[in-house]
């Protein structure tokens, strides 16, 4: 299974962003997929995950309310639409998925926000 993600880039403050994600390798869907991403000098973080057997979504505080994370399950792809972007957003963006039990990681899209 592969996940490429796209649709990072620089944006000022304030500003919005969509990154994809597309799996392939796989003829099922997963049930977790979502977004992590990594600041220079920090631990990896989540962002935001779906769940697709229960329906529900789940975000880090201090994106709820800004981001959203949707899927096509049927075609394993998940995006995240960023808006209001801030500084501290400022990162390389995981596409994730939950695949048998183990987690499988994109290769990384870099997210810059200019203030």
């Known amino acids: 299974v592969q996940l490429v993600e796209s649709g990072g880039g620089l944006v000022q403050a304030g500003g919005s962003l969509r990154l994809s994600c597309a799996a392939s390798?796989?003829?099922?869907?997963?049930?977790?997929m979502g977004w992590y991403r990594q600041a220079p000098g920090k631990p990896r973080e989540l962002v935001a995950i779906?769940?697709?057997?229960?329906?529900?979504?789940n975000y880090a505080d201090s994106v709820k309310g800004r981001f959203t994370i949707s899927r096509e399950i049927a075609k394993n792809t998940v995006a995240l639409q960023m808006n209001s972007l801030k500084s501290e957003d400022t990162a390389v963006y995981y596409c994730y998925a939950l695949v048998g039990g183990a987690p499988v990681w994109g290769q990384g899209t870099q997210v810059t926000v200019s203030s």
């Open positions: 390798g796989s003829t099922f869907s997963f049930n977790i």
């Open positions: 779906s769940i697709r057997d229960v329906g529900g979504t």
